[in-house]
């Protein structure tokens, strides 16, 4: 035997651990002829033609012990190494039209484990019936018209017979040397042969389709991604995804609501799974895999509802649906939070704000919605505004007011940019009436008309009647967030464990939408010019905002 168990386990070893165990497809010996560079993987999920790995495409002629190769025998240990080396269109005689010199070697040569013949099998790659039975040869052909071909195989090791239907793993023959009268090296030829538009029936390139087979063979390449579905409820979705190929780092989850991911209908939602879990920590030997989504509010809504979960793969593999996917959940409405209903005038101004009705909405009846407060209009779009004088004091210019904008969690929910923020001059900034602070997570309303709303505290606009608006006068002008501003320990209140989508919408917070007063106050006597000047640049700005919205 010329391999011994230890070192034949060494070199399996190396399968696993080079990066990548092949050389591209095309990249021939040089001086061995043009190779073609087609990476198409004609024969998808092949099995591999060898029984068992490892195995070593390459070159018969010009390696070791080929009669074109460097001295040496073809068993010298170099012909059994990685990486692999395509030889489809080797310098040969053969007619072959998808060659670049129009001539070459038609399919790979493959050696077994082994520098030994008639002992290592080869078997079937796709289901197919027996077509053709040579002094040397095995043709298998599938129902499609694809036919595989099996070379040099010992013709007392055959295990099938003309016209046998056989499926993929199945024994064939053992690999040999049998080339009839001339013996060649020990090795299996492997052929795909096919009808290719525009050019007819022909040997295509079967490198990728071995390196595909090779994979699922030996344990290498991509391995699909893995998770569970852990609970789906009216709490929250739970669960987590991971991918093998890189087990240590986190990856997303993918939720498609209502059917699977791709049908008509179904919205699709990507989170990270990266929350630390202890049970997973033993389970899969780390912990950041897990995710925690609450249910959208446009889905609470009494009705029952289908979530798929699918761990998005980290390399080039498709989406895999977890364990346990699909679940579902029936949750009643919340009630809907005290305060002014402002319309979304139009789509534009939607996306402009960011806001998400599939997140952020609650579908209630006409008459609770009509039940509320009507207030101004939302603007058509965000504009953020601070003064030089107070660098790190941010302000939303909403209708006329100015309404502080002073913790990075509010801003985060309600997906504000404040690199996108104005510089304005101090007196015009300060000559606008100050509104109450943002509330802490945007939701939505709508009745059974198509309007939508965003739920909010009236803005105690000088001057304009609002029957929920009571008018709260201050003698300070300074620069700062009102005394009704949320504060750092009302967001944590706000923001619970799960992911509440890419709004960060969900359910709402202790407190949410109560009204303790106004909350709102106006700077101390500003003049009316001022007023005037800076009532002016706010309508500039907006008339401006809203030309940038039509643009996009």
């Known amino acids: 035997m010329f391999f011994g168990t230890v070192l034949l386990a060494a070199i399996a070893g190396e399968a696993a651990a080079q990066e990548p165990f092949y050389l591209p497809v095309g990249d021939l010996i040089p001086g061995s002829g043009e190779g073609l560079a087609d990476a198409t993987v004609y024969a998808p999920g092949m099995r591999f033609p060898i029984e068992d790995g490892p195995a070593y495409p390459n070159s018969q002629v010009y390696r070791s012990g080929g009669y074109m190769g460097p001295p ?56 197919g019936d027996v077509t053709n039975i040579g002094s040397y040869s095995v043709y298998v052909t599938s129902v499609d018209g694809q036919r595989l071909d099996y070379l040099h195989g010992a013709v007392p090791t055959l295990q099938v017979a003309l016209g046998d239907a056989v499926v993929p793993g199945q024994r064939l023959v053992a690999v040999s040397n049998n080339m009839g009268d001339t013996p060649t090296s020990i090795h299996l030829h492997f052929n795909i042969r096919q009808d290719i538009g525009g050019v007819g029936v ?48 986190s990856i997303a989850a993918l939720l498609s609501f209502g059917g699977p991911m791709g049908a008509p209908g179904a919205t699709l939602v990507e989170v990270m799974a990266d929350v630390p879990r202890d049970d997973l920590c033993a389970q899969l030997g780390s912990c950041a895999h897990g995710f925690e989504v609450e249910v959208p509010l446009s889905l609470r809504d009494g009705a ?33 939070p005290t305060g002014v209903r402002r319309w979304v005038v139009d789509p534009e101004s939607l996306a402009a704000w960011k806001l998400s009705p599939f997140w952020q909405m609650i579908v209630a009846p006409e ?36 309404r502080p904008v002073t913790d990075p969690a509010i801003a985060a929910a309600w997906q504000l940019d404040l690199e996108a923020t104005e510089t304005w001059a101090p007196e015009l ?33 000088p001057g304009e009647e609002e029957p929920s608006c009571a008018t709260n006068e201050s ?29 960060s919408a969900g359910a709402l917070p202790p407190g949410f939408g ?31 905002g809203q030309e940038r919205v039509r643009r996009t």
Not at 309 to 329: C, M
């Open 72 to 127: 040496g025998s073809q068993c010298d240990p170099e012909n059994y190494a990685y990486p692999w080396r395509d030889n489809y269109c080797e310098k040969r005689s053969w007619d072959m039209p998808l060659c670049p010199a129009g001539i070459g070697h038609q399919g790979q040569d493959i050696r077994p484990p082994t520098c030994e013949k008639d002992v290592h099998w080869v078997v079937a790659g796709r289901a």
């Open 202 to 249: 022909a040997f295509v390139s079967p490198y990728m389709s071995l390196v595909g087979g090779y994979e699922e063979l030996m344990g290498l390449g991509n391995s699909p991604p893995g998770g569970s579905l852990d609970k789906a409820d009216c709490a929250s979705l739970v669960g987590w995804a991971q991918d093998p190929d890189a087990p240590e780092q």
């Open 304 to 336: 029952s509802h289908e979530v798929h979960v699918y761990a998005k793969d980290d390399g080039q593999g498709a989406p895999a649906e977890v364990a346990l996917s699909p679940g579902s959940f029936a949750c009643e409405p919340p009630p809907l």
């Open 367 to 402: 008459a609770a919605v009509a039940a509320l407060p009507e207030g101004a209009d939302l603007p058509p779009l965000p504009i953020l505004a601070r003064s030089p004088a107070a660098p790190d004091t941010t302000w939303l210019i909403d209708q006329g007011t100015r």
């Open 429 to 461: 900034l300060m000559a606008l009436p100050e509104g109450p602070p943002l509330r802490p997570l945007p939701v939505l309303v709508q009745g059974t008309g198509p309007k939508i709303y965003v739920l909010d505290d009236p803005l105690c606009i």
């Open 475 to 503: 003698s300070s002008g300074a620069e700062e967030p009102t005394s009704g501003s949320a504060t750092s320990e009302d967001a944590s209140s706000s923001s619970s464990s799960p992911t509440p989508g890419p709004a």
């Open 514 to 544: 109560s009204e303790d007063g106004c909350g709102c106050r106006h700077a101390e006597n500003p003049g009316a010019g001022l007023l005037v000047i800076a009532s002016l640049a706010w309508r500039r700005r907006r008339r401006a």
